[in-house]
């Protein structure tokens, strides 16, 4: 019964759904001092709610959803699961011995069609600013990891996370430096966090990464090098789809515009970004669209939108694995040279001794 089940999950299979990033800009008005005055609050934070439940987006990854969850899980309805709630922003809150906030802001929420949760709530061991650089030091920033099983069968794994951020006036003045090494260290950090847990199931990789790609060196840490250890390859949707998989290069701010004093980066690309990775010999994602959805997240001036941030939006076809069958593994079948993983996902060094496990795109019950 159980190799029936494993044969079943080898055939070829294809499912879409679509995922959506947001950083729903969370945090209070105030907090000891005027922190977020134009926030979209009590009052706005419910229509981010409902401008999400009317895209039925079947997976949304948010960031900074600190003091207004209520607010939007009430705006959002009953069609969405989701994990535990970090925790609001407050005084009474603040941890004094870490002089940190001990909340990420992280959530993510799965149509009810989905299931699973997370896996892994990790801090950056590596931040930049307490009392400057947009005291990212002040909060427990980093990633959470979720394991989800979409409404077809398929398994797909999500981290969803929220980077350095820098100040205008350290952009505009070349001060930002620190920034940009934080986020080059929270990018090693995460690299290796998604190699040491990697298998057969594809990830996505999503959230508030606060850069450009001409500004840090994020295809180079992240999508270069997850594609150069010959175990996956990796994209951006936005690059792949409206790019034709060209990436900016990256500089200096010499001939860059300047826009109300700022060095303007990007006509075209969010700091919020939604990265897919492909295994060698397992299920893969294939974006189809990629949007910045500006359309109903407005406020009722019908410009303004409702936090700081647009929602990017991509929609992804997976397909199965195209090995077929069940393989009883022997020396001749199986040399044992490389990862091995178990049906649940586990990484192994070499061949078991005995049991079901997948190499090489394969199903193989040792006996």
């Known amino acids: 019964m159980f190799c029936a089940a494993v044969m079943c999950a080898a ?36 229509k981010i709610g409902e401008y999400f439940a009317g895209k039925a987006y079947d997976i949304i990854a948010v960031q900074e959803n600190f003091n207004f969850h209520e607010e939007l899980c009430s705006g959002l309805g009953e069609g969405y699961s989701h994990d535990t709630w970090p925790g609001a922003m407050s005084p009474e809150t603040f941890d004094y011995t870490t002089l940190r906030m001990p909340f990420d802001g992280l959530n993510c929420f799965w149509s009810n069609d989905i299931t699973g949760g997370r896996t892994d709530s990790v801090k950056w061991e590596r931040s930049c600013g307490f009392l400057d650089h947009a005291a990212d030091s002040l ?18 794994v999500v981290y969803n996370l929220h980077a350095d951020a820098t100040d205008d006036p350290d952009e505009r003045t ?53 594609s150069n250890t010959g175990r996956a390859t990796a994209g951006d949707a936005m690059i ?41 010999g397992g299920a893969e994602l294939t974006p189809l669209e990629f949007t910045v959805d500006k359309t109903g997240y407005v406020r009722d001036d ?66």
């Not at 759904?17 to 009052?43: H, R």
């Not at 090494?181 to 594809?202: C, G, S, W």
């Not at 826009?259 to 897919?276: F, Q």
Request: aromatic share 10%; net charge neutral.
């Open 174 to 226: 070349g001060k930002d430096i620190g920034d940009r090494n934080a986020r080059y260290f929270e990018m090693v950090q995460l690299r290796q966090h998604i190699l040491d847990n990697l298998d057969t199931r594809p990830v996505i990789v999503l959230g508030d990464f606060n850069c450009y790609y001409n500004r840090d060196t994020l295809k180079a840490q992240l999508i270069d090098y997850i």
């Open 302 to 367: 019908g410009t303004t939108p409702l936090g700081d941030h647009w929602p990017a939006v991509a929609k992804f076809k997976i397909t199965a694995a195209a090995s077929t069958g069940v393989n009883t593994a022997s020396k001749s079948t199986a040399s044992g040279e490389g990862l091995w993983y178990t049906i649940d996902g586990r990484t192994l060094s070499r061949r078991p001794s005995k049991g079901v496990f997948i190499h090489q795109g394969k199903a193989f019950i040792n006996r």
């Open 139 to 156: 909060a427990t920033k980093g990633f959470r990891r979720y394991e989800l099983t979409l409404k077809g069968g398929a398994q797909i």
């Open 11 to 46: 055939v070829n299979a294809q499912e879409e759904f679509t995922i959506a990033t947001l950083n729903v800009d969370g945090l209070p008005a105030n907090l000891i001092v005027d922190i977020n005055p134009d926030g979209p609050g009590e009052t706005w934070t419910p």
């Open 240 to 280: 792949t789809l409206h790019k034709g998989g060209v990436y900016p290069e990256v500089r200096d701010t010499v001939g860059l515009p300047i826009r109300d004093g700022i060095y303007v980066w990007s006509e075209d690309e969010e700091l919020d970004k939604i990265i897919y990775i492909n295994p060698v």
